[in-house]
């Protein structure tokens, strides 16, 4: 499973757009791309998933270039209730079912 | 639905002692998960389940963690003498295929041994 790298935290204020950036050099051709959000006291919940170019849903949006060895999870207009750990995942392949999570990126986001 | 749900949400227990967590999975979901996540860390793959058959258990750190699942809905994880070094919290998550779908967590059982 390809391994991610991504900030260790990161500050923003209510009202601004928030990008995530997470790197995977060595992502697998059949790999996806998903992010979990996490607040604290409970388990992480899936935010978004892609392969390549652009998804978006109501929460947030996430943009994958054509190499594929990095992906940005772009929270749109954030409030105090989007601070959280946002983990960074990538893997498909024979264990897709094992989520690898790394230490993620703690957002705080002040009134 | 209701979500998954995880009890106790705290459990102490005295180095040595046996303890056993629950996780009530969505219904109808056929993988149920566990994780363990140390403070400050993502959460690890412990075992996974598809209905009750247990397809992986190669993230239990040791012969003292047991993870059954019977009747193919609700799992225990088991933990026996337990260990400080097993003071973490225990997520149990549950899709509803056979494993590649979206997992759903619950909130966790928090074990402090001491």
């Known amino acids: 499973l390809a391994k991610t790298t991504q900030p260790i935290s990161m500050d923003s204020y209510e009202g601004q757009e928030v990008n995530i950036t997470c790197s995977h050099n060595?992502?697998?051709?059949?790999?996806?791309i998903t992010w979990y959000q996490q607040f604290p006291s409970q388990g992480p919940r899936f935010i978004i998933q892609g392969y390549k170019t652009k998804v978006t849903n109501e929460v947030a949006s996430l943009f994958i270039p054509a190499d594929r060895k990095s992906s940005t999870l772009s929270l749109p207009r954030v409030s105090l209730s989007d601070t959280a750990v946002y983990y960074c995942?990538?893997?498909?392949?024979?264990?897709?079912?094992?989520?690898?999570f790394g230490s993620g990126t703690r957002l705080l986001v002040r009134p | 639905g209701a979500g998954v749900s995880q009890s106790p949400r705290y459990k102490v227990a005295k180095r040595g002692q046996d303890v056993a967590l629950r996780c009530d999975p969505i219904s109808g979901h056929v993988s149920l998960f566990w994780y363990q996540q140390a403070l400050g860390q993502g959460p690890e793959f412990l075992t996974y389940?598809?209905?009750?058959?247990?397809?992986?258990k190669s993230g239990l750190p040791s012969d003292r963690f047991f993870a059954e699942r019977p009747e193919g809905s609700v799992s225990t994880l088991k933990i026996q003498r337990t260990q400080q070094e097993d003071s973490a919290v225990y997520l149990c998550?549950?899709?509803?295929?056979?494993?590649?779908?979206?997992?759903?967590f619950g909130a966790g059982t928090r074990l402090s041994v001491l």
């Open positions: 995942l990538v893997g498909v392949g024979d264990s897709s079912y094992k989520l690898i």
């Open positions: 998550a549950s899709s509803p295929g056979l494993g590649e779908d979206i997992q759903y």
């Open positions: 389940f598809q209905n009750e058959a247990q397809l992986d």
């Open positions: 060595n992502i697998a051709t059949n790999d996806y």
